[in-house]
Structures are given as C-alpha cells and as structure tokens.
C-alpha cells in the first residue's frame, strides 16, 4: 500500500511525479589522523550526554544503636474502673510514672450550700429550691460548662437562657464566698476570684445581641462602616489644624463689629440716602482709572467705602486727619497692600552698573546705606540713583561718540 | 474675607534695630563661659523711649548656632536678648505683628559689633570700650486692617509727639538728622544733574542725540 494507492482510492489529487527518493545521510568524513573509536566520540557523533538521576533515597545515616521499645500495660487512675489498657513505651530503667493525662481529668470547684445557707443567703422568687437543686447537680454533671448545662436543662418543662442560668450559678456562689470569707479577711486569691464571679446578665445578653448583628451584616453594610471608620481616622489626624482653622475663621468673622444700626435704612428717608450713597460710590468707582486690582481685599474695601453713618449722622469713613503726623499717617492714591521695611524696598540697580554707581556715590559723599531711611530720605535717595544711572549712561555715548570723533580727526588729519 | 483694610492709608512707623556691647571686666569673665569677652545685647525698640508693644507681638532673633537654643522669642518688651560671646556675627531678627493686622512678619539682618577700632592714618589699633551699633529703619503699613489703624493711631510715635525734632545724646534720630540727610541728598542730586547737563552739551556737540544709541557718521 503505497501512499500513491490511498489517494487513488480517496480520488486525492496526487502529489508531484516522481516519489522521492530516500535522502542519503551524508555524516562528517573521518579526518585521517584519528581512530573510528576516537571519532566516533568527538564533535557530530559525540555520545549523548547522561543525567544521574538518583531515583532512590539514601539510606538515613543513623549512628545510634537502634531503641527497645516495650509493649507496656497501664493503668488510667481517672477512671473508676480499673481498665488495663496497654501501650508502646521506650525501655527504661526508671518505673513508669502515672499515666500522663491523668492530671487533666479535673473538675471545676462547685461550692454547695446547706438548707440554712439557702434560706438564710439564696432565696430567689425566680428560683424555686427544688430547680435551684436541679441546676447544681446539672452544674456538678456536666462540670459548669453553661453550654452543655443550658442545652440539657429542663425543669418541670421549662427551658431557661444560658445567661439566667449563669447568672444564678454565679450569685450562688458569689454569695457563699463573701458569706463564709468576709470581703475584708479574703486572701489575694480568694478576692480574685469573688470579682471574677461578677456577672451582668444584661450586659451580657447585650454583647451577645451587638455580636449576633454584627456576624449578620450585609456586605454594603460591612463596607459602609469600614468608610466611615477611615473618614474617622482622617477627621482625628487633622482635627488640630482643624480646630485652629475653624478659631481664625470665628477670630475673622466676629472682627466686624457693626458699626451702625440698621434701623436707619429701615425708613424711606434712609433707604433713599443710601441709595443715593451707593450710586455716588459707583460714579467715583468709574471715574478711577484703574480699578484697584491688587488685592481682593481692595474690591471690597471700595464697596464698603459708602459713607457708613452712625446713629449721630457723623460720617466714620477714615480719612486725613490733623494729628496724622505724629501717628505716621499719611494718604496715597495707589498702595500695594503689606507691611515692609521702607529700606528694603528701595530699588535695585542692574548688577552691570552697581559698581560705577556706588563709586559715584562715594565721590559725592553719599553712603550706600541711608542712615534715617524716610520717606523723603528714600524718595530722594532713589531719585538720586536714577540720575546717577542716567549720567552713566550719557558718560557712555559721550566717550563712544568721542572715541569715534578723535578716530575721525586723526584720519582726516592724517589724509591731509 | 471680612477683613475691613483702610484704603488708601499708609502709616510709617520707625523703629531701632541694633546691638550695643561692652567688654567683660576680669571677674566677669571668670563666671562667664571661657573665651568669651563681651557682653552683648541685641535689640528691636522704638525711637524716644516709644513702648512698641501695641502694635508689634513678638520678636524672634536667630542667633549663631553655637549659642544654645539659638531661636530666642521675645514676646514682650523690651525685645531684646542678652548674652555674653567673643565673635560676631549675623542675627535674623524676625519681627511678627499683631493677629488682627493680618501682616507678613518683616525680617532684618544685623551684624553684631563686638569690637571698637581707631582708625589713624594707616593704623588701626583697637579699643576696650563700650560699642553701639544701631540702625534706624522704618515699617511701613500699606492700608492697614481697621484694628491695626485704631492701635496705631492710639500710640504716637516716639515719646507721644512723634520724631523727636532734635537730636539728643543716646537718641541720635530726629527730624533734625533727618533734615541733614535730605540736605546731602539734595546737594548730590544738584551735583549730578549738573554733570548730566554738561554731558548732554558735549553729547549735542558731537552730534549725536540722547536718545539715539548709533552714532551719526560725519
């Protein structure tokens, strides 16, 4: 069956003409210098390379001699039987010592009461004497675990709650304690133990409600309260800038003290002088060139500048006053608002021309620094510099264009 | 905001910032901290005695730091820091406002003068006495808050009647000084402005016009 017959039988197309003839495997001659064997191991023909794979575990090195190990009966002094049960214990010398989970067949301390202790200490009207009975031997069986004692409790019918039942358990006893060892003769344990026995069922049943709640919630509602608790924390980290916050702003706020009464723009009279007022103020507004615009203090100040009256009718709106001088007071068009040092704004000079500047200066006796630095003091310092800038500036083109003319001159001279 | 600013006011007002110093006598510099030789004060107070606390809250001066807890605070007056040292130094002195200005802090820079000199011809010997070194600046308010206008125009400058009008021994700074100084300024400012003419002159005669950078060919 060539492959010619299968398509014949498919009706395939057939491949092209001739089949092909096996391929010679042309390999690398052998040099001459070499053996068969040698060659056979070099270069193209080398062996194919072995991975050690260790499939087995070596055998664990152990330098001790092996232990005896003995088939031992024992006995479990917890029990009441005498049962003789048997384990695998290393041979030793020693006796074997106690059957070591006997220590933990313990049983909880469960204080009883005699008839008088209960008459005289632990009547109850919820708690007959017969189901307080029940309640102990349930407690002394099943060794005060609340669980196992609330889930097999039943009296006369009647289920009762794990924390009744605890609560009761934990008066009983609480109320044998102090009874037979006053508060004041109780040892350090003793007192431990009276302030551990102090149960508030109602908190309790609380706890254990807020628990049940919280086991239930909604996944949303697991994520709102985890957003609530982050926005929490953030709040409390910058609570501090926060309350300083706040104090400016209230500190901000309460400054504007109201210096006048409103009631006089409550009358018609009022009302149209105040219109009259604003309308002036608008008018003076307009006519200023440039608005103040260099603070948005400024836009306030100029709607707040409508003559304020007080109740007297004198205007309180600050301006010149004849004792200006003696405060420093003085009035300007046009002031950038700020405090500044009146020698630190003093202009600078190009650091081209600093040098020459102060060289003048010194010639003319001036000191670089004013010594009472004034207002007229800096103005005509200032006007000072901006001579001495324009005179260097003169200097200048009057040298170059010097310079330039001599040049001339010698040319012309020189040509004549 | 709120804030109440009254426009178009300035109040100026001047203030002393300096140091004085004074060599420590031999029992002095036995207490004092070794190499040190002098007891210096650095200070902010105002011209004639004027109280500047009304209007000025604290004045903070950084001291080299060398000098433990070199960030002095003085939040009353006198606004001054006392100490003992032997070298001098440049002191930042911060000056802060009352809240209700709702002012920047303005800051100076002063150089601590611990040494006296004579200077004679060529030398220069030193000298064991008391130095001063002070300088008359003056803060300007431009429209001052309501609150800050009513403190200041509530305390005069200086000693209730402003700048004293001349000069006393211990408080050098009055009108009079000043009146020395825009004397000088203006003598200077004629001084120039003659050289300025007589440039101009020169500068028309070779052609060219003040204005014009290029020369004109001839």
Known sequence: ????????????????????????????????????????????????????????????????????????????????????????????????????????????????????????????????????????????????????????????????????????????????????????????????????????????????????????????????????????????????????????????????????????????????????????????????????????????????????????????RRGPMPDDAIYGVSWHEKLQTGAFVRSQRLPTIKASLTQRVYGILAELGIPMRLVMPTERTCTKFTQLQNDIVTLLELKRQVDRLGAEHDIQEKLNHGGA | MGIHRISKCQISRPIIVGNDAKPLTEEEKQNAPKDHTHHWRIFVEGVDGEDISPWIRKVVFKLHDTYHNSTRIIEEPPFEVNETGWGEFDIMIRVFFPPEAHEKPITFFHRLKLHAYLTTGDTVTPLNEYVKSEQYEEVVFNEPTEIMYNILTQHAIGDGHGLAVEPEPGHEFSLQREQDEVDKLDIAVGKVNEMIQSYRKRLQELGGTPEQGTPVAQ
């Open chain 1, 1 to 316: 069956m060539t492959s010619a017959d299968v398509r014949d039988v498919f009706e395939l197309p057939l491949t092209d003409a001739a089949p092909k003839k096996k391929q010679k495997h042309v390999g690398e001659r052998r040099p001459k210098g070499i053996s068969r064997e040698l060659f056979s191991l070099l270069g193209e023909n080398s062996a194919p390379l072995v991975i050690y794979q260790n499939k087995l575990k070596e055998r664990p090195k152990i330098n001790q001699k092996a232990k005896r190990w003995v088939w031992q009966p024992f006995t479990n002094n917890a029990r009441d039987d005498g049962l003789v049960l048997h384990h695998w214990v290393q041979k030793s010398e020693t006796p074997p010592e106690a059957y070591r989970f006997e220590k933990f067949n313990t049983h909880a301390a469960l204080e009883t009461y005699s008839d008088d202790e209960y008459e005289r200490l632990l009547r109850d009207d919820d708690w007959s004497r017969e189901e307080t009975d029940y309640l102990m031997e349930l407690c002394k069986e099943y060794d005060v675990r609340f669980f196992i004692i609330a889930d097999r409790y039943i009296f006369k019918g009647r289920k009762r709650r794990l924390e009744d039942i605890k609560d009761r358990l934990c008066k009983i006893q609480r109320a044998l304690l102090v009874d037979r060892h006053p508060l004041n003769t109780m040892t350090a344990a003793q007192s431990a133990l009276y302030n551990s026995l102090a149960y508030d069922k109602d908190q309790e049943i609380a706890r254990k409600e807020y628990l049940e709640r919280l086991m239930a919630r909604t996944p949303e509602e697991i994520a709102e309260e985890e957003a609530l608790f982050i926005e929490l924390k953030r709040i409390q980290a910058t609570q501090e800038k926060m309350i300083r916050d706040r104090e400016d702003i209230l500190r901000l706020l309460s400054e504007q003290k109201p210096t006048s009464n409103a009631q006089e723009y409550l009358t018609s009279s009022g009302l149209s002088g105040l219109v009259q007022d604003m309308a002036a103020t608008e008018k003076a507004r307009k006519r200023v060139e440039n608005p103040k615009f260099t603070s948005g203090v400024d836009m306030y100040s100029s709607r707040v500048s409508a003559p304020v009256r007080n109740m007297n009718g004198r205007s309180l």
